[in-house]
C-alpha cells in the first residue's frame, strides 16, 4: 500500500479520512460495518479530546465510537 | 371485517414510535418477546372494513445477528409473514437508511417506505426525488411528517392496497460478480423449504450468518460445502473477508440510490451542529452535562416535594374518613394498611417518578442523554461498562425498577448484569426524600449530599469489582448520534407512561401487600420481637436506636416507608429528639445500599432470573450493613 495505514483513533480533530480495513471480533466488526464503515468509505473526524470516545460523521450522518473500537479502525489520511 | 397485520421496521430514532402512536392511538398493547426481554409494542387500527394488527420492531440498523432485537425482527417477518412491511426512514439521512432497507427487501414481504421528517428536508436544504427512489427500490415511497400526522392516513391507504395483493417483487441485483454467486448459490438452495426466501438465504449464507448456517447444516450439510466455494470466491475477488463484501456491496448501492435521488442545497452551519459541538467538548460539555443534571434534579425534588406534601395532606385526610366508617378495631387498622399502600405508591409517583421520567424523555428524545452516554463513556469504561449505560443508571434515579428494565439497552447479558447490579445501588426518589427529610433537614445539606457522593463512589468500586470479577469481554460504545430535534410530547409522554406502568404493575401490588403485613407485624405486637431479634446488628454494630430495626424491615416494601416507621415507633416526628446526627446518617447509609425493595427485587428476578437476582439482594444487605457500622465507627472517633 503506498499510503501510510494508520488507527482512526490517532486521527485529529477535523482530519478527513478514508476506512481501509476493521480488526477485532466478528461481533463488533459486523457491527461497524453495519454502520457504514466499509473499506473505502470516507469520514471525518469530528470530535476528539480528552475524550475516551471519538465522534466521527460518516455517509452523513454522526457516530460515536469507543476508544478501544477506534483504535481497532485502520485508516489512511485523505489529503 | 378482514384482518391485517403490518410490522413497522426501521433504523432507532427516525420516528418509528410515532408513527406507531399516530396509527395505534390508545388501542396499544406492550409487552415481551416471548421468552426475551425484548419489548415487543402492538396495536390496533380500524380502517374501513379493514382491523389492522400493527406491530412495532424494535430500532436496528442491520438484519444479521449482532443483537437479540436484529434475530427477533428477521425471524418475526420471515415466519410469521405480516401482510405489509412498512420501513420508516429517516429521508435525511437517507443512504444509512436504505441499507437496512435493502436487507428488508431481501426478506421478501410486501413493503411500504415511509419517508420520514420530511419537514426537516426543507430547513436542511435537502430534496429528495420521491418518484426515483420508487423506481430504484420498486416499492411505494410515501412522504411522512409523522410528527405532524401528514402522510399517515396514505401509508394505510398503501397497506391495504398492498394486503389485496397488488404487489411486485422489486429486484435489486449486487455488483456483477457478488450477484453471479448469488444467484448460483440461491439454484442450489431450490430444493430448501425453510420459511426465509432462497435468495435471502444465500445471501446470509454468503455473508457467514451463523444463525443460517446452523438452519441449513440441520437440512442438508451438503450445502454447506457449495457455500465455502462461492463465498471464497467472492473473498478472493474483493479481498476482504466474506461479511465485509456482502455489506460494502450493499452500502454501494445504499450510496448509489441516494446519490440520484438527494440533491443537496448549500450546506451552511446549522444551529444543531453548534450545539452539537458546545454539548460534546471536552470541558464545557461536562459543565453542561452536570448543570443540566443538577437542574434536573433540583426542579423535581423541589418541586416533588412542595407537591408530595399537599398530596399526602389531602390524602391523610382519607383516614379520618376510613376510621368513622370501620372503627379502630383490628380489621379496620388491617385493611387501612391497604389503604396506606396504595397512598403512599401514588405520593411517591405522581410528584416525583412522573416528573422526573417526563423531563428526562425530552432531554432523551431531543438527542442530549446520547450526548451524555458520549461524555460518559471513558468514566462507565472503568466498571466495565459504556457511555449508553449512563441512561438506565440516571433512570434510576426516579425508580430502581424501571431502570432496571432500561438495562435492556445494553449489548450483551454480561453487560446488563452489571448494569442492573449498580442501577439497584443507585438511590431511587424515595430514598431520596428519606435522605432529605432525615439528614438534609437535620444534620445539613452538606450531608445528604455527601451520602450522595459516597453512594457513587460505592457505585465506582463494586462496579468495576463486578467488572473484573465477571468473565468476558467489554463491549464498546458504537452509537449513532442523531441531529439534535425538538422532543415530541406526544412520544415522550407515552414512553413516561410506559416506564411509570413498568413501576406499578409491578410495584404497586408489592407494596401494598408489604403494607399490609407490617400492619399486622403492628397489630400482633411482633415487631417488638423483631426489633429485639436485630438488636445486635441494629444497636451493637450500628449504633443505632432499637426501634430502627422495624423501620429498616418496613424498608424492604418500600424506602420512603422507614422514615414514617420512624417516626411511629419514635412516637414523634422530630427526628432529633430520637436520634442523634450520626445515627441519622449511619441509618441513611444503611437505608440507601441495603437492599433494593421488594419491587426491585421482582425486577431483578424477571430480568436475570432468581439466583442472581437473590445473590445481589443478599450481597446488598450484608454489605449495607458492613459499611454501616464502619461509618458509625468513623464518625464517633
Known sequence: MSEKSMKLIDLKQGQKGIIISVLGGRGVTQRLIDMGLTPGTEFKMLRKGRLCAVEISVRGSKLAIGCGVAAKILVKVKE | ?637
Open chain 2, 1 to 637: 371485517m378482514k384482518k391485517i397485520t403490518i410490522a413497522l421496521a426501521g433504523n432507532a430514532n427516525v420516528g418509528k414510535s410515532v408513527i406507531f402512536n399516530r396509527l395505534t392511538g390508545l388501542h396499544q398493547h406492550i409487552g415481551n418477546w416471548p421468552g426475551k426481554t425484548v419489548e415487543r409494542a402492538e396495536g390496533t387500527l380500524f380502517h374501513s372494513d379493514y382491523t389492522i394488527d400493527i406491530i412495532d420492531l424494535p430500532g436496528i440498523y442491520s438484519l444479521s445477528t449482532f443483537s437479540m432485537e436484529e434475530l427477533i425482527s428477521r425471524d418475526y417477518i420471515a415466519k410469521e409473514k405480516p401482510d405489509v412491511v412498512i420501513n420508516v426512514v429517516d429521508a435525511t439521512n437517507l443512504e444509512r437508511n436504505l441499507y437496512f432497507t435493502l436487507q428488508l427487501l431481501e426478506l421478501g414481504r410486501p413493503m411500504i417506505i415511509a419517508l420520514n421528517q420530511m419537514d426537516l428536508l426543507k430547513k436542511k436544504g435537502i430534496s429528495i426525488n420521491i418518484k426515483k427512489l420508487q423506481n430504484f427500490l420498486g416499492v411505494p415511497v410515501v412522504p411522512v411528517i409523522a410528527t405532524q400526522g401528514k402522510g399517515i392516513h396514505d401509508l394505510v391507504h398503501e397497506a391495504v392496497r398492498l394486503a389485496k395483493g397488488e404487489y411486485e417483487k422489486p429486484k435489486i441485483e449486487y455488483g456483477k460478480e457478488v450477484e453471479k454467486e448469488i444467484q448460483m448459490l440461491t439454484k442450489s438452495l431450490n430444493k430448501i423449504k425453510l420459511d426465509y426466501p432462497q435468495r435471502f438465504l444465500a445471501i446470509k449464507l454468503l455473508e457467514g450468518d451463523e444463525e443460517i448456517k446452523k438452519m441449513i447444516e440441520e437440512v442438508d450439510p451438503n450445502i454447506i460445502k457449495i457455500v465455502e466455494k462461492h463465498a471464497k470466491k467472492i473473498e478472493c475477488f474483493h479481498g476482504h473477508d466474506r461479511s465485509t463484501v456482502i455489506a460494502s456491496e450493499r452500502y454501494k448501492i445504499a450510496n448509489e440510490i441516494a446519490k440520484d435521488c438527494v440533491s443537496l442545497g448549500p450546506s451552511r452551519v446549522k444551529f444543531s451542529d453548534k450545539l452539537d459541538e458546545i454539548t460534546t467538548h471536552g470541558v464545557w460539555g461536562y459543565f453542561i452535562m452536570i448543570f443540566s443534571v443538577v437542574t434536573l434534579f433540583f426542579i423535581i425534588f423541589t418541586f416533588g416535594n412542595f407537591f408530595s406534601d399537599i398530596l399526602v395532606g389531602s390524602l391523610m385526610n382519607v383516614r379520618s374518613i376510613f376510621e368513622q366508617y370501620f372503627g379502630t378495631g383490628i380489621a379496620s387498622k388491617l385493611a387501612w394498611g391497604i389503604v396506606e399502600g396504595l397512598i403512599a405508591g401514588i405520593t411517591i409517583v405522581l410528584p416525583y417518578i412522573l416528573p422526573f421520567y417526563v423531563i428526562l424523555g425530552l432531554l432523551e428524545d431531543s438527542g442530549y442523554l446520547s450526548r451524555i452516554a458520549f461524555l460518559m463513556d471513558r468514566f462507565m469504561h472503568k466498571i466495565g461498562l459504556h457511555g449508553k449505560a449512563f441512561i438506565p443508571l440516571i433512570l434510576g434515579y426516579g425508580c430502581n425498577v424501571p431502570a432496571c428494565l432500561g438495562c435492556r439497552i445494553m449489548e450483551t447479558k454480561r453487560e446488563r448484569l452489571i448494569a442492573i447490579f449498580v442501577t439497584t445501588l443507585i438511590p431511587c426518589a424515595a430514598v431520596t426524600t428519606v435522605i432529605l427529610g432525615l439528614v438534609g433537614k437535620y444534620v445539613g445539606l452538606i450531608w445528604a449530599f455527601s451520602l450522595y457522593v459516597i453512594d457513587l463512589i460505592i457505585v465506582f468500586i463494586l462496579g468495576r469489582i463486578a467488572f473484573k470479577v465477571l468473565p468476558g469481554e467489554p463491549t464498546e460504545l458504537i452509537m449513532e448520534m442523531h441531529d439534535y430535534r425538538m422532543p415530541d410530547l406526544k412520544t415522550v409522554t407515552k414512553q413516561a407512561w410506559f416506564r411509570i406502568k413498568d413501576f406499578i404493575y409491578i410495584a404497586f401490588p408489592l407494596i401494598i401487600a408489604c403494607s399490609f403485613i407490617i400492619k399486622v407485624l403492628d397489630v400482633t405486637n411482633l415487631s417488638e420481637s423483631i426489633e429485639n431479634m436485630m438488636k445486635p446488628i441494629t444497636v451493637d454494630w450500628l449504633g443505632l436506636p432499637v426501634f430502627s430495626g422495624i423501620a429498616l424491615i418496613a424498608g424492604i416494601s418500600r424506602k420512603e416507608l422507614t422514615l414514617i416507621t420512624l417516626a411511629t415507633h419514635g412516637s414523634t416526628t422530630n427526628f432529633a429528639a430520637i436520634l442523634t446526627p450520626v445515627q441519622m446518617i449511619v441509618f441513611s447509609l444503611v437505608m440507601m445500599l441495603y437492599i433494593p425493595c421488594v419491587a426491585t427485587v421482582a425486577a431483578l428476578v424477571k430480568e436475570i432470573g432468581w439466583k442472581k437476582a437473590i445473590f445481589i439482594t443478599v450481597f446488598e444487605i450484608v454489605f449495607a450493613i458492613f459499611v454501616g457500622g464502619i461509618a458509625f465507627r468513623l464518625l464517633t472517633l
